[in-house]
Structure formats: C-alpha cells, structure tokens
C-alpha cells in the first residue's frame, strides 16, 4: 500500500486541464456529465484515503474503542504508519464530513424553504411572484418541478426573452442540472483542489441551458439579450446548488458563445490536441485515483482483519 494511499488527496490536480479547455472545446451538454463524472470519483476516493489513514491515525490514540491488536507492532510494520499523518486525518475528515453535511442541509432548507412559499399557489409549471425584486430560477422537486419567476424581472423583458428565460429554466429542470451542482459542490467540499471543476460545472451547465433555449426559441441573439438583461438587474439564485437565467459567473462568455455558431457535438475529440491531452490526463488520473484507494482500502481491510481477535 506505502505511500499510494495519499495519491487520491493530489490526483485531482490532473484534472485542473480539462476544467479549463472543457468550457471552450466541448459541448456544454459533455463538459457537464464529464466534469461531474470526474469530480465526483476523485472526491469519493480522496475521502476514502482520508478514511484509511484515519484508521490508522486512530489506531496510536490511548484509549480509542478499536481492538487492541490493531495496533500490534506487526500491523504496524504491516500499515503504512506515519503518526503525523495519522492524527491529521482525523481532523481533516471530520471537516470534510462536517462541509459535505452543511451543504446538503443548505440544499435541502432552500428547497422546502422555496416550495413552502408557493403552497398557495395553483399546480403549474411556472410560478410567478409578484416581487419587486427580480429574480429567476429553476426549483427541482420531482413531480413539483416548477421555473420560479418575479414580475420585477419580467417587466424588464421582451416577450421572446420571456420565451427565452422559461426555455432556459425548463431545460434546467429537464437536464437535472442541480444534482451536477451539487455533486461538484459536494466534491469541493471534500477536496479543494476539485474547485476549478465546481467552477466549469456551474458554468458549463448554464451553458447547456442557454443551447437549448437558443434552438427551443430559434435564435441565439433573443437568448443572448435575455441573459444579458437578467444579469444587470437580476441577483441570482438563493443556493449555488440551483440554477438560473442570472446565476453568478462570467455571463459576458456566455452571451458571446451565444453570439456565435453552435458548438459541435462531439462524443471524444481527437487525442493529439489540447483538449484531447487535457481528457486524458484528467482520465488517466481518474482511474489511477480509483486503483489507488480500491487497492489500499482492499489491503487495509485485509491487514486489519487479520489483527482483529474473534
């Protein structure tokens, strides 16, 4: 096991590549579920590692509730014992657990918070507020899926940009965008250096949006102007986790991918370009993270077994 049970805590930094050409080179709808799809298995195996050299950090501490062979001098020769990083982990994986926790309660509040406030309103797709403050977003709820809309930011729009904001919040709600928001929420919060893709994932799936509402509408240029117009006076979405015409980020990116020609759909782009390169890295430390902490966590259990009296 040695030292390849703390690759998982650095390996996302393969990543980082990808994050960055993914938000120019592939299509949005692809950046997204790629993004996720990494960031989710290197926060999974990063907090693995964490909990294996947890094991081991609580093992040397007087009086832990473990059995008394786990820390036998043969299963110390046997774990890879570092005393430092043992005990840090500890801390560190409460942390984690505490950041992951707060998150998805967050989560959960705004949304029983935003459906509680339209209980009295009729059973329909949207729902619009009457609200001197303007705001839009998508609001997930299974079966009460609604687009959530004030008239103060209605007022502000043409009637194709209102076509344009709903085509955008119900491609939103259609795509499952908050469940990418919030698992690349959850695997910053497990790992730091997994922020660039929390980052690429909130805008590569406002993105997703904006291309479905660009060919739900017919023209790019009414979509461009909504969001434009949303973003000068709109002030977002009430949890990172929800998604919005307005939400925070470089919405002047966005309104010049609009401006220009629809991006390709390619399934894997070519391997000697940049984006190429970039893939395969980030997926060659993917599975490298993955072998890593499945073969320490195998091993661990194993050695630990082993040491454990029946």
């Known amino acids: 096991m040695g030292m390849f049970v703390f690759l998982p805590l650095v390996l996302p930094l393969s990543a980082w590549p990808i994050a960055r050409l993914a938000e120019h080179r592939l299509h949005p709808r692809s950046a997204t579920r790629l993004l996720t799809g990494v960031a989710a298995v290197m926060a999974t195996c990063s907090t693995v590692c964490l909990g294996l050299a947890m094991v081991v950090g609580t093992a040397q501490l007087p009086g832990n509730p473990l059995p008394d062979g786990w820390s036998d001098p043969e299963v110390r020769a046997a774990v890879p014992y570092d005393e430092v990083a043992g005990k840090a982990a500890i801390p560190a994986l409460c942390l984690v657990v505490a950041a992951c926790g707060r998150t998805l309660?967050?989560?959960?509040?705004?949304?029983r918070s935003a459906h509680r406030a339209l209980?009295?309103?009729?059973?329909?797709?949207?729902?619009?507020l009457p609200d001197d403050v303007p705001y839009a977003y998508a609001l997930p709820g299974g079966r009460r899926d609604r687009v959530v809309v004030s008239t103060a930011l209605l007022a502000r729009l043409e009637p194709a940009e209102r076509r344009a904001l709903f085509a955008h919040e119900r491609a939103h709600l259609a795509a499952r965008h908050h469940r990418h928001l919030l698992t690349a929420q959850l695997a910053a919060r497990a790992n730091p250096f997994l922020r660039p893709l929390r980052t690429?994932?909130?805008?590569?799936?406002?993105?997703?949006?904006d291309e479905e509402a660009a060919r739900a509408v017919g023209s790019r240029r009414t979509v461009a102007s909504a969001?434009?117009?949303?973003a000068l006076v709109s002030r977002g979405t009430p949890a990172p986790t929800l998604a919005g015409l307005a939400a925070p980020g470089p919405v002047p990116r966005r309104v010049a991918a609009l401006l220009g020609p629809a991006p390709a759909v390619r399934a894997w782009p070519p391997v000697f370009t940049s984006v190429g390169l970039a893939l395969w890295g980030a997926a060659a430390g993917t599975a490298v993270s993955a072998m890593s902490s499945a073969n320490s966590a195998v091993t661990m259990v194993l050695i630990l077994h082993a040491a454990t009296p029946l």
Request: net charge positive; aromatic share 10%.
């Open 227 to 230: 969001i434009g117009k949303a």
């Open 200 to 209: 690429a994932v909130s805008y590569t799936s406002e993105r997703w949006a």
């Open 105 to 111: 309660w967050r989560h959960g509040r705004v949304r």
């Open 119 to 128: 209980a009295g309103l009729p059973v329909t797709q949207a729902a619009v």
